[in-house]
């Protein structure tokens, strides 16, 4: 179970989960601390992110971590509104430009590699004010925060994430309106936020090729959130073409534009133009892109990132009434199998990452793969040991052992989510991620190993699993 020489052992994190300081030195709200301040038991027992871990003040604590773990690489994300407190490049915030440069700093004087993300989730207020994601101005201001933080940053930072899971961000919080700005626009907010996002990862990866590359000698990319898809009765071909249509939906949608030809996969602009018609929308839902858009867009990143949690089984369900949704234009259905252990949605199916990665070789022809998110859960109160929790990471491991030894899919980071417990959006601190305990209760937030947390240093050591006697 060893992994090939150089693999990258590392773990993730995003600003706001994490930082708290929400009001500090100058920075700027953003859409989650209006979200978790206005209550309304959106988020559990209406917890925020005001102090999380508290990684504004204690990202010392949070490197002692990293380095106890071993990690080669370390995600976090930026927050855009510290930086940029009003999502613009009018005013810059130098404390915050200031607290981003130690970390990086810190990072590589103790030889670990910073992999940044420019966006998790965290829209500055200011700009979601103006229309957020459904506005095509923000594509332009995205450009700039993006310029700020290359030449800003990418003297030493060489592994760029533009956007964290697009893909889902776009659904869950301009289609359905779980997150903020928490306005449902069913069946075409979410397009619509995905056509920007689109178009401004591609304008920025643009930037730094035009601008950087040359000089920094860095990678951009973006990573997507790929549940695995497994046909329900994988001996009905309804089943499987249901299962296909719906990768079509969660991945292709990004990933075919931006790794194969600048548009979306046939399937999923036929189901929904046919749905858009039958429900008598004058077009179809789903925006189309300008021949010159799409030669923007094509082969705008320089590896591919997935997030992989879990799998679920995919049915045919025709949209007999019409009805509006994603699920309804992708006319599916999905469901667990009884036998599969897990918390909360997370159930436990490390098979399914294996065959995510093939599928990803074998559909965006052979990239470079990182994992920039893996992990399970525990719920409240959580258990220092562990111990069924890391049999998950562990099964984990040898299935990404096997993807490289046996289906030579060219995996070269892995990254576990979480470092440290954190604040799991609308499930507040009740669902915990984390290698590390927080204790949420204490002002000190102190960071205590989970057993998951010494086991995977142990991995990280040998450079695999060892065989188990
Ligand atoms: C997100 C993280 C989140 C994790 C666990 C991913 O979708 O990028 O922010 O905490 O999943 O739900």
């Not at 929400?22 to 309304?40: I, L, M, S």
């Not at 380095?67 to 407190?85: A, D, E, I, V």
Request: aromatic share 14%; proline share 5%; glycine share 8%.
């Amino acid at each position: 179970m060893a992994f090939p020489a150089g693999f990258g052992w590392g773990a993730a994190t995003a600003a706001y989960q994490i930082e708290g300081g929400w009001d500090a030195d100058g920075k700027g709200p953003c859409v989650w601390d209006t979200f978790t301040h206005q209550g309304g038991d959106r988020v559990f027992k209406n917890q925020t992110g005001d102090v999380a871990c508290n990684s504004y003040t204690l990202w010392e604590e949070d490197l002692k971590c990293i380095k106890q773990l071993g990690l080669t690489h370390y995600r976090f994300s930026l927050s855009w509104s510290r930086l940029l407190p009003d999502g613009t490049t009018g005013f810059i915030n130098q404390k915050g430009v200031d607290y981003y440069n130690k970390i990086i700093d810190d990072l590589l004087k103790n030889k670990i590699i910073p992999m940044v993300t420019l966006f998790h989730f965290d829209m500055p207020q200011a700009l979601e004010d103006k229309g957020g994601w459904l506005s095509e101005a923000t594509i332009d201001v995205f450009d700039q925060y993006a310029r700020f933080c290359f030449s800003t940053f990418g003297d030493r930072v060489k592994h760029w994430i533009t956007m964290n899971e697009p893909n889902v961000f776009a659904i869950l919080a301009y289609d359905l309106g779980f997150f903020p700005p928490a306005v449902p626009h069913v069946g075409t907010g979410g397009y619509q936020a995905a056509h920007n996002l689109i178009k401004a990862h591609a304008r920025a990866w643009h930037s730094y090729n035009s601008l950087f590359r040359k000089e920094q000698k860095g990678l951009v990319s973006l990573s997507f959130f790929t549940v695995w898809l497994e046909p329900a009765d994988p001996n009905s071909a309804s089943d499987k073409q249901a299962s296909e249509r719906a990768l079509a939906f969660e991945l292709g949608v990004f990933a075919k534009p931006i790794f194969i030809d600048g548009d979306y996969p046939e399937v999923v602009k036929s189901q929904i133009a046919s749905m858009s018609k039958r429900q008598g929308y004058p077009s179809s839902r789903l925006p189309e892109f300008t021949e010159e858009e799409k030669k923007m867009i094509k082969g705008t990143a320089d590896f591919f990132a997935v997030q992989y949690y879990t799998t679920r089984l995919i049915k045919h369900k025709e949209n007999k009434e019409g009805e509006l949704g994603l699920l309804q234009d992708a006319e599916i259905d999905y469901s667990t199998d009884p036998s599969w252990k897990g918390e909360n949605w997370v159930f436990v199916v490390p098979w399914g990452l294996r065959k995510l990665l093939k599928h990803v070789k074998d559909t965006y022809n052979n990239p470079v793969i990182y994992i920039t998110e893996n992990g399970f859960p525990q719920c409240d109160p959580p258990s220092i040991d562990d111990t069924q929790r890391w049999e998950c990471f562990r099964q984990t491991f040898q299935e990404l052992s096997k993807a490289i030894q046996i289906d030579k899919v060219n995996l070269q980071i892995y990254c576990a989510w979480s470092l440290l417990d954190n604040f799991e959006w609308n499930d507040g601190y009740r669902v915990r991620f984390g290698l590390y305990h927080v204790d949420f209760e204490d002002p000190a937030r102190p960071r205590v190993p989970y057993k998951s947390a010494k086991e995977y240093a142990k991995v990280i050591r040998n450079n695999g699993l060892e065989e188990k006697p």
